[in-house]
C-alpha cells in the first residue's frame, strides 16, 4: 500500500510540505466580488446551499485592504506556527469583475512576502481568456491555483441546487486552465438532495478522468437564511448521518486517483448559521473517524500498515 508520509492519501499537507518545504497555512480573503447567480445575470438567490456570506463566511473583512486582510490572518492563525501563507480567495466569485480589479487584487496579494501561493475559488464560467491570460502571467511569479465549485456532474441535482452552467462548461474551463498551466482543484458536495452512495462515486470516478490536481470534499451543510434550509424544515430532505459520511468519505478516498492532492475530507460550517448536521461541528473527531476506518479496511485487505 503506497503512503503519502503518515496518510494512506495524497493529503494537503504532505503537498504543502513536500512543495514548499515548510508548515503552510491558508489566510481565507474577501475581495469584495459578487457573483453572476446573485446580481441577477443568472439568478438572484445563489446556489441554494450559499449562504448570505457567499461561502466565504471565515475569510476576511472586505473593508480591509487584501494587506490588511493578510496580516490579520496571519495573526490569527499564529498558534499554528507556520513559516508562508496561501492567499486563498474564498468569498463569492472571485474571476467576477472587471480585469482591472482583478488584477490588482491578485497581484496584491502575490507580492506578499509571506504569500507562497494564491488560490482562487471561482464558477467555470466567470473565466474568459482575458481572465485565465492574467492567471497564468502571475502563476510565473508564484504558483496559482483556481477552485472550480462543480459540486456534482449529475443535471437533476445541479439543476435542484441553482448552479447555473452545464457540465461541458465545466470540461472547457478544465481544459483552458490546463492549457496555460494553471492548477485545478475541484469542489464536491457529498449528501446533496436525492443523491445516492453511486451517483456521488460517480462524480469521483467522472474527475478521475479530468485533468485536475486537488479535490475537495464537502459534507452538505444546512445554513441558515438559505433556501436549502427551508426545504430541510419542509422535510423534504435528510443529512448524513455521521457514519454514512465517513463510509462515503472512505469509498471516495479509495477510488480518487493517486495523482489528485485530497484538499479536504469534511468542512466547516459557520457554528452560528448551522442547522445541520449539528454533529460536523466536531471536525477533529469526524477526520479522526475517517482515518480510523481506512486503516481498518486497508488491514482487513490484508495490507501492510506502517503504523
Known amino acids: 500500500m503506497r503512503r503519502w ?3 494512506l492519501y495524497y493529503s494537503f499537507n504532505y503537498y504543502l510540505q513536500q512543495t514548499f518545504g515548510c508548515k503552510v497555512y491558508k489566510v481565507a480573503l474577501n475581495a469584495g466580488m459578487s457573483c453572476p447567480n446573485r446580481d441577477g445575470t443568472i439568478g438572484t438567490g445563489g446556489c441554494i446551499f450559499c449562504s448570505a456570506g457567499g461561502s466565504g463566511d471565515f475569510a476576511g473583512d472586505k473593508n480591509c485592504s487584501i494587506t490588511e486582510q493578510i496580516e ?3 495573526v490569527g492563525t499564529s498558534k499554528f506556527h507556520a513559516n508562508a501563507y496561501i492567499a486563498y480567495f474564498q468569498a463569492y466569485t472571485n474571476t467576477y469583475a472587471p ?3 482583478l488584477r490588482s487584487v491578485f497581484t496584491e496579494a502575490i507580492h506578499h512576502p509571506n504569500v507562497v501561493a494564491i488560490s482562487i475559488a471561482t464558477r467555470p464560467d466567470c473565466l474568459d481568456p482575458e481572465v485565465i491570460q492574467l492567471l497564468a502571467e502571475l502563476n510565473k511569479e508564484k504558483p496559482v491555483w483556481v477552485e472550480l465549485g462543480l459540486q456534482t456532474i449529475w443535471d437533476d441535482t445541479a439543476s435542484y441546487i441553482r448552479r447555473g452552467y452545464e457540465l461541458s462548461c465545466f470540461e472547457q474551463a478544465c481544459k483552458n486552465l490546463r492549457e496555460k498551466g494553471l492548477t485545478v482543484i475541484v469542489h464536491v458536495i457529498l449528501g446533496l438532495p436525492g443523491e445516492t452512495k453511486e451517483k456521488m462515486l460517480a462524480t469521483i470516478d467522472y474527475l478521475n ?4 490536481q486537488g479535490i475537495k470534499l464537502q459534507l452538505l451543510h444546512v445554513l441558515k437564511g438559505t433556501d436549502l434550509a427551508a426545504e430541510y424544515e419542509k ?3 435528510s443529512v448524513l448521518e455521521e457514519q454514512e459520511y465517513v ?6 478516498i ?3 486517483s493517486p495523482q489528485i492532492v485530497i484538499h479536504r475530507l469534511t468542512g466547516d460550517g459557520p457554528k452560528d448559521l448551522l442547522i445541520a448536521p449539528l454533529w460536523s461541528t466536531k471536525k477533529m473527531q469526524v477526520l479522526n473517524e475517517i482515518h480510523h476506518e481506512l486503516k481498518i479496511r486497508n488491514t482487513w485487505q490484508g495490507r501492510i500498515l506502517e503504523v
Open 72 to 74: 490579520q490572518g496571519i
Open 99 to 101: 480585469i482591472q480589479r
Open 235 to 237: 422535510g423534504t430532505f
Open 254 to 256: 479509495e477510488r480518487i
Open 209 to 212: 478522468h479530468q485533468d485536475i
Open 247 to 252: 463510509s462515503i468519505v472512505v469509498d471516495c
Open 5 to 7: 508520509g503518515e496518510k
